[in-house]
């Protein structure tokens, strides 16, 4: 089995999860899965960063530790994998004691190999919070954003990290490379960021102590970035007690990512893991991000936001999983509502997909005692299936999460104009056509079988009850195939009941 390691970003723990970390946390789900049904040997990383400064920051706004904050909203990333369905391998947080040796040993390494140096960093400090205020955390004005008061400008000795040295490298990197990152409009903006010359970078904060310590210089920590992008280095050291899994999955086939860090994962990642000597990522998959109804940033206070909790609570977690990455074209912004959930979940959902599941098990169970007929299937509609599996395929491996299911989809809607063509509620009228009703309602089953199978990444649960009511309990293979008839399908309750 070809192994397939895919990671999503880490989350930061100074506040707790939103639809946008679960939104990527599915569709970096959807890959993974897709990728353990057709065989890979799938190793699927996501988990939380936890230190830096705004961590650091919130927890003093608090009153508290910063360890504190960060288990305590650590476990709320955490929880909410399984209540989203995601079948992640392992949850690292950075403040793991195994993350942080790791972290120390490559940067050494780095530093050992001549690519670091001491210089001078200047940024906005806070004197109350005797710490540097990173770029996105500045109010207007120039002022703390925990004390509101203004910073200062202020200078002091750092490690840096040369990243000039990996302009050629990097350069070289996306020459040969073309799907290092995707879609291409991504791969382009960091391309041409590569092309407008690399400043080096600093390395470790002297003021700061929530970090890891540099091992050569313990009176510094490491500035929070080099310690995150490397989990999905050090992950694999110790996510399975006694094992080193780094062999068997190195380097990373997938991360997935916003678009708001692509420069940290196209240009600084890479250029780290140069540094090290470790080989570079296959592909960075860059998504969009979810806007608010009005198309506006999600934000409380506009009350554009979907709760992710309420529609899980309400729905499951199929249909948030379904309407992200149906809604949100893959790669590209999107906006998304209440309203605009509810209209797939009725439409699609309870609809389409839902009513074709029931009818036909109905209709299986009413003109064929439940049993699947061994009649054979539809040629026609057997060679237009053909295509759902291969295309499937390759728009997957190109991370392509709405395509592929704007592809299924299509197919759901080819069945359900093939029961209104076929009518087997008339065929059923007219004993001379039994062989005919026979052959409609296998053809069903087996279309039914075949979009369920292509929708178990997207939907795991309801394509499971699904899967078991049509009697194909483990006989999961992924073709419209004309075999294994004669099983016996069971009754199932509505597979998304309407919703009003
Ligand atoms: N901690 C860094 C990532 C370090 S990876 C080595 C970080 N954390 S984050 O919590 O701010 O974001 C985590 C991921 O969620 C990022 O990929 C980010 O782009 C994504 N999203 C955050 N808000 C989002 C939306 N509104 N929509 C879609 N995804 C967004 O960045």
């Given at each position: 089995m070809a192994p397939f390691y895919i990671t999503t970003a880490i989350s930061y723990v100074n506040g707790v999860p939103h639809l946008g970390h679960a939104y990527e946390a599915i569709v970096t789900d959807v890959l993974a899965r897709h990728m353990r049904q057709v065989g890979a040997d799938v190793f699927f990383l996501t988990g939380t960063d936890e230190h830096g400064e705004p961590v650091a920051d919130a927890a003093r706004a608090q009153g508290v530790d910063p360890q504190v904050l960060a288990d305590r909203n650590a476990e709320r990333f955490r929880a909410l994998m399984p209540q989203l369905e995601v079948s992640n391998d392992f949850f690292i947080r950075t403040t793991d004691e195994q993350h942080k040796l790791r972290v120390q040993e490559v940067l050494a390494r780095i530093h050992e190999r001549g690519y670091t140096y001491m210089g001078l960093y200047e940024g906005w400090y806070c004197p109350r919070c005797a710490d540097f205020k990173v770029e996105n955390e500045i109010l207007d004005g120039n002022r703390c954003p925990i004390h509101e008061t203004e910073l200062t400008r202020e200078q002091e000795e750092n490690w840096f990290f040369r990243l000039s040295a990996f302009q050629e490298p990097l350069e070289r990197l996306f020459a040969e490379r073309?799907?290092?990152?995707?879609p291409q409009h991504h791969f382009n903006e960091a391309r041409a960021f590569i092309a407008s010359g690399l400043a080096d970078v600093s390395l470790s904060r002297a003021r700061l102590n929530w970090g890891v310590r540099v091992p050569w210089d313990p009176g510094h920590v490491f500035y929070v970035w080099f310690d995150a992008l490397l989990n999905y280095y050090t992950a694999l050291g110790y996510a399975r007690p006694g094992e080193d899994l780094t062999e068997r999955?190195?380097?990373?086939?997938f991360h997935i990512i916003g678009k708001d860090i692509l420069k940290f994962h196209a240009v600084f990642w890479p250029a780290m893991l140069m540094a090290a000597d470790i080989e570079v990522p296959r592909h960075l998959f860059v998504h969009g991000f979810l806007l608010g109804a009005d198309g506006r940033k999600m934000s409380k206070s506009l009350g554009n936001v979907l709760d992710p909790f309420e529609v899980l609570e309400r729905f499951g977690a199929d249909a948030l999983r379904h309407y992200l990455c149906r809604e949100v074209t893959f790669g590209h912004d999107g906006a998304v509502s209440r309203d605009g959930f509810q209209a797939r979940y009725d439409g699609e959902l309870a609809n389409e997909y839902g009513n074709l599941a029931n009818r036909t098990l109905n209709m299986i169970e009413r003109y064929c005692d439940g049993v699947v007929p061994t009649a054979g299937t539809d040629e026609a509609l057997r060679a237009e299936f053909a295509g759902l599996f291969p295309r499937v395929d390759e728009l997957l491996a190109r991370a392509e999460v709405s395509l592929a299911l704007e592809e299924i989809w299509q197919y759901v809607r080819r069945l359900n104009r093939y029961v209104e063509e076929r009518a087997p509620w008339a065929l059923a009228r007219e004993q001379s056509r039994v062989g005919e009703l026979q052959m409609v309602l296998a053809s069903l089953a087996e279309g039914l079988r075949a979009v369920t199978i292509a929708l178990v990444p997207y939907m795991p649960a309801k394509t499971q009850s699904l899967l078991e009511a049509l009697g194909v309990g483990e006989r999961e293979e992924r073709a419209f195939a004309a075999?294994?008839?004669?099983g016996r399908v069971s009754a199932l309750a509505p597979l998304f009941p309407k919703s009003t």
């Open positions: 073309p799907d290092f990152v995707l999955y190195w380097p990373a086939d075999a294994g008839y004669g």
